[in-house]
T-cell receptor, first 111, second 118 residues
């Protein structure tokens, strides 16, 4: 079983739609959780951290369910510029806190 | 702030040759840098953790004699792919963890180096 699993997509949605991505992780000792965004042939960029209480940043809302080992990202009012691959990232406890990346979920927003 | 550069951005080399990739933190010092590899449509995989002034820590399955890492200063880490083969063709990305910051939690990524071995 992969350490971090995501639905690869692609999710094809019209502008203005609401779309949700899910991610599950296998290590219950995981400490920290993030969503990164990666554009084609570019480096990943931090989108937001994910907290147990849930957090929101503009049109983006992230949720964490530790009991189910599940993380979600909700994007409201999708824009064309949201088209990218969204990477779920988990940090397992350890001496130097390794980032473990999911394979990503591809989002394509069309006019 | 927190800019990381990589050089070269793209390299094509012949099978059997060696390629060096540089990762620099431009406006901060980084005691720890990380090297990742990403194959098409796959996730970033951590290859090794580079520590300034000491030996790198390699992940399981990564050959340390093939992927040589040197972290000689607080702003520069290099990855040398020795005797490259076509299966080494990939997107190599480094990240830097600012010195004094939460270890590993705060990572800034370089723009990546696309290696093609013919």
């Amino acid at each position: 079983r992969k350490e971090v699993e995501q639905d690869p997509g692609p999710f094809n949605v019209p502008e203005g739609a609401t779309v949700a991505f899910n991610c599950t992780y296998s290590n219950s000792a995981s400490q920290s959780f993030f969503w990164y965004r990666q554009d084609c042939r570019k480096e990943p960029k931090l989108l937001m951290s994910v907290y147990s209480s849930g957090n929101e940043d503009g049109r983006f809302t992230a949720q964490l369910n530790r009991a189910s080992q599940y993380i979600s990202l909700l994007i409201r009012d999708s824009k064309l510029s949201d088209s990218a691959t969204y990477l779920c990232v988990v940090i397992f406890s350890g001496g130097y806190n390794k980032l473990i990346f999911g394979a990503g979920t591809r989002l394509a927003v069309h006019p | 702030g927190a800019v990381v550069s990589q050089h070269p951005s793209r390299v094509i080399c012949k099978s059997g040759t060696s390629v060096k990739i540089e990762c620099r933190s431009l406006d901060f010092q980084a005691t720890t840098m990380f090297w990742y590899r990403q194959f098409p449509k796959q996730s970033l995989m951590l290859m090794a953790t580079s520590n300034e002034g000491s030996k790198a820590t390699y992940e399981q399955g990564v050959e340390k004699d093939k992927f040589l890492i040197n972290h000689a200063s607080l702003t520069l880490s290099t990855l040398t792919v020795t005797s490259a083969h076509p299966e080494d063709s990939s997107f190599y990305i480094c990240s830097a963890n600012p010195s004094g910051g939460p270890r590993g939690l705060e990572q800034y990524f370089g723009p990546g180096t696309r290696l093609t071995v013919t």
